[in-house]
C-alpha cells in the first residue's frame, strides 16, 4: 500500500504529530495500534510504498495487530482508504469540522436559559481547571453540553461525575459515558440523589462483603452474584437481618449456592414478607405445621406405608427438622 500525507507542508527532516493527538486519540488507544499509526506517519512523508507483511515485520507485530490498528484509525477518521492505499489525514481540521457550527440569533427560549448556560460554562470551568489544569481538549466541551442534556445533571453532579473518574486515573470519554449511564439508570440527577446513591451503593458492598464471609468465599463474586445480591438488596429490599436467615438455612446443604438463596429470598419476597420477624414467624408456622403432621402420621400408622419420594427437595425448604 501507498501512503500519502494530506498535509504537504510538513515534509521536514522531524515527524510532527499534532498536541490534539495526544490529548484525544493516545489514552484510548493501544500501545501497538499508536505504534502502528506513529510509523505510518513517518512513512507518509516520502510517500513509501510498504506492504502490510512488510509493516508486520518492521514492527515485530502480528499481521492482524497490523490489520486492526489500521482499521481501528480509519474508524477514528485518522486513516482514508484510497485504491492504491491510504491517505494520512490531517486531525488538527478533523477536529475544526467537529467544533465548528455555524452561529445563529438567539431564541427566546435559548435567552431564558441563559442562566442556566452560564451555571453550566462555570461548571465547565471548573471541570477544565480542577482535573485538566486548564488544557482540556476542545472535543470535551460540546460532550458534556450533551451529558447536561441527555442525563439532566445539575452542575454539582457533573463535577462529581469527572472527580470520580479522576481519582480512578480514567478519566477517558468512555468510562466517563459508563459512569453517567450507571448514575442516570438509578435515578441520579441531584446532588442529593447521589448522596442517596452513594449510601445505598456503601451499604450493598457491607452485604456483599458479609455474604460472602459467611459462606467462607475466598474469590472474587461473579457477575452473576453480583447480581443477585442487588436483587435482593435493590428490588426486594432485604438488609442483612434477611438475608442471614436464608444463609442459615444453607448450613444442611453440601455445596450451598446462590441459586438456592435466590429461591428462598424470591419465595419470602413473593409472600409479601418484609421484615425479618414476618419471615421467622412463616417459617415457625411451616416448623409447627411439618411436625402436626409427623404426629398424626404416626398415630395413625401412615408412616409405616412407603411414602413419596422428591427429587428436589428445595422446593420443601421450610419443612425444619
Not at 438455612?249 to 409479601?272: Q, V
Amino acid at each position: 500500500m501507498k501512503l500519502e500525507n494530506a498535509d504537504l507542508s510538513s515534509l521536514f527532516s522531524n515527524t510532527l504529530i499534532p498536541d490534539i493527538f495526544f490529548s484525544e486519540y493516545l489514552s484510548e488507544a493501544s500501545g501497538d495500534f499508536i505504534k502502528v499509526y506513529l510509523y505510518m506517519v513517518f512513512l507518509s512523508k516520502y510517500d513509501k510504498d510498504i506492504k502490510v507483511n512488510d509493516l508486520s515485520k518492521k514492527l515485530v507485530l502480528p499481521l492482524k495487530t497490523i490489520q486492526d490498528a489500521v482499521k481501528y484509525w480509519e474508524e477514528q477518521g485518522l486513516l482514508t482508504k484510497k485504491n492504491t492505499g491510504y491517505i494520512i489525514n490531517n486531525m488538527q481540521e478533523i477536529e475544526l469540522h467537529k467544533l465548528y457550527k455555524p452561529k445563529t440569533a438567539l431564541s427566546a427560549e435559548q435567552l431564558q436559559k441563559s442562566t442556566e448556560n452560564q451555571k453550566r460554562a462555570k461548571a465547565i470551568e471548573h471541570i477544565n481547571n480542577k482535573f485538566f489544569s486548564g488544557l482540556m481538549p476542545t472535543t470535551w466541551y460540546p460532550e458534556i453540553e450533551l451529558w447536561f442534556k441527555k442525563y439532566n445533571f445539575d452542575e454539582e453532579v457533573m463535577i462529581a461525575l469527572f472527580s470520580y473518574c479522576f481519582d480512578r486515573s480514567a478519566l477517558h470519554k468512555n468510562y466517563v459515558q459508563t459512569v453517567a449511564e450507571a448514575w442516570s439508570q438509578n435515578n441520579v440527577k441531584t446532588f442529593n440523589d447521589l448522596d442517596i446513591y452513594y449510601q445505598k451503593q456503601e451499604k450493598l458492598n457491607i452485604i456483599k462483603k458479609s455474604i460472602s464471609k459467611k459462606l467462607g468465599l475466598t474469590r472474587p463474586l461473579t457477575q452473576y452474584e453480583h447480581g443477585y445480591i442487588e436483587r435482593w438488596n435493590i428490588d426486594y429490599g432485604y438488609g442483612m437481618d434477611i438475608i442471614e436467615i436464608a444463609l442459615k438455612k444453607t448450613t444442611s446443604k453440601a455445596n450451598p449456592n446462590f441459586e438456592y438463596l435466590d429461591k428462598l429470598l424470591t419465595d419470602w419476597h413473593s409472600r409479601g414478607f418484609k421484615t425479618a420477624d414476618e419471615v421467622q414467624a412463616f417459617l415457625k408456622n411451616m416448623k409447627e405445621k411439618n411436625k402436626n403432621i409427623k404426629k398424626l402420621e404416626k398415630e395413625t400408622g401412615y408412616d409405616k406405608y412407603e411414602q413419596r419420594t422428591y427429587d428436589n427437595f428445595d422446593s420443601l425448604y421450610a419443612n425444619i427438622k
